[in-house]
């Protein structure tokens, strides 16, 4: 990581979640643009409701009387200045849009962890991509995901066969041997460490949840856990409820 790139802590949700959600290599997304899009602006609530800039009063998504620091400061006023409170889930489908990806995109490569890439078609048409430039805060991010849930990332390294061949061998009463322990213990110290999260990486989960992503990333992780730990999230609950609007309306679309 470099002198410019900011460390985990600080890179804000939406951040976050849109490193996550784009493809290393090619710089695309990961999900449709729809998908992308929608938990983007749920990301966004997110992150004002854990600064406390928001929060959620009875139905509604209100401003608080806190004016803390933060990237997000034209959505925060967009709260404020309404006149009458709106649902989560009406929030997000204002705050989604091609230009809330964009800026955070651009964010990032000014920051150094992404490289904004432009392509044309046909010498008319111009496309963005932002592959990953450094992978330090992204990896970072998915440690912390893989200690909250158990499990190794979708990258991760096969295991090294020398060391399995390597393990101890256990001499049973009868004289065979076995390498695997059979004490129940020794099973239990087997199993990854799984801490309790902090309130970004649990919200950072409950999101990738929504968007359909935890799994691709993480393949091995405790899917149990994972809602036990987005139960209750509104953030994430107003992307699922935005998600699934948009998926009933694409089935009803007559066909030509």
Same mark, same amino acid.
């Given at each position: 990581?470099?002198?410019?790139?900011?460390?985990?802590?600080?890179?804000?949700?939406?951040?976050?979640?849109?490193?996550?959600?784009?493809?290393?290599?090619?710089?695309?997304?990961?999900?449709?643009?729809?998908?992308?899009?929608?938990?983007?602006?749920?990301?966004?609530?997110?992150?004002?409701?854990?600064?406390?800039?928001?929060?959620?009063?009875?139905?509604?998504?209100?401003?608080?009387?806190?004016?803390?620091?933060?990237?997000?400061?034209?959505?925060?006023?967009?709260?404020?200045?309404?006149?009458?409170?709106?649902?989560?889930?009406?929030?997000?489908?204002?705050?989604?849009?091609?230009?809330?990806?964009?800026?955070?995109?651009?964010?990032?490569?000014?920051?150094?962890?992404?490289?904004?890439?432009?392509?044309?078609?046909?010498?008319?048409?111009?496309?963005?991509?932002?592959?990953?430039?450094?992978?330090?805060?992204?990896?970072?991010?998915?440690?912390?995901?893989? &200690?909250?849930?158990?499990?190794?990332?979708?990258?991760?390294?096969?295991?090294?066969?020398?060391?399995?061949?390597?393990?101890?061998?256990?001499?049973?009463?009868?004289?065979?041997?076995?390498?695997?322990?059979?004490?129940?213990?020794?099973?239990?110290?087997?199993?990854?460490?799984?801490?309790?999260?902090?309130?970004?990486?649990? &919200?950072?989960?409950?999101?990738?949840?929504?968007?359909?992503?935890?799994?691709?990333?993480?393949?091995?992780?405790?899917?149990?856990? &994972?809602?036990?730990?987005?139960?209750?999230?509104?953030?994430?609950?107003?992307?699922?409820?935005?998600?699934?609007?948009?998926?009933?309306?694409?089935?009803?679309?007559?066909?030509?």
């Amino acid at each position: 990581m470099n002198a410019e790139t900011p460390k985990v802590a600080e890179l804000n949700l939406p951040q976050a979640f849109l490193l996550l959600a784009t493809n290393d290599q090619d710089g695309k997304p990961s999900v449709p643009m729809y998908a992308l899009r929608t938990t983007m602006a749920g990301a966004i609530l997110a992150e004002l409701d854990l600064i406390g800039a928001i929060g959620l009063q009875g139905k509604h998504v209100r401003a608080t009387g806190t004016s803390p620091q933060t990237d997000l400061q034209h959505e925060l006023e967009l709260i404020r200045g309404k006149s009458r409170p709106h649902t989560p889930k009406r929030w997000v489908s204002m705050l989604e849009g091609r230009a809330e990806v964009q800026r955070v995109y651009e964010g990032m490569a000014a920051l150094g962890i992404v490289e904004h890439v432009g392509e044309k078609h046909l010498g008319l048409f111009r496309t963005v991509r932002y592959p990953e430039k450094d992978h330090a805060p992204e990896a970072a991010l998915l440690k912390k995901i893989q &200690a909250a849930l158990g499990g190794a990332p979708a990258d991760a390294e096969a295991p090294d066969a020398t060391a399995e061949a390597e393990a101890p061998v256990i001499t049973t009463e009868a004289g065979a041997s076995d390498s695997t322990p059979t004490d129940a213990s020794a099973t239990e110290a087997a199993k990854p460490d799984v801490k309790a999260p902090d309130a970004r990486t649990t &919200a950072l989960i409950a999101l990738l949840q929504a968007a359909g992503l935890l799994g691709k990333l993480v393949p091995a992780a405790d899917k149990i856990r &994972a809602s036990e730990l987005a139960k209750g999230y509104w953030p994430s609950h107003s992307v699922e409820d935005e998600l699934r609007m948009i998926r009933l309306a694409e089935e009803e679309e007559p066909g030509i």
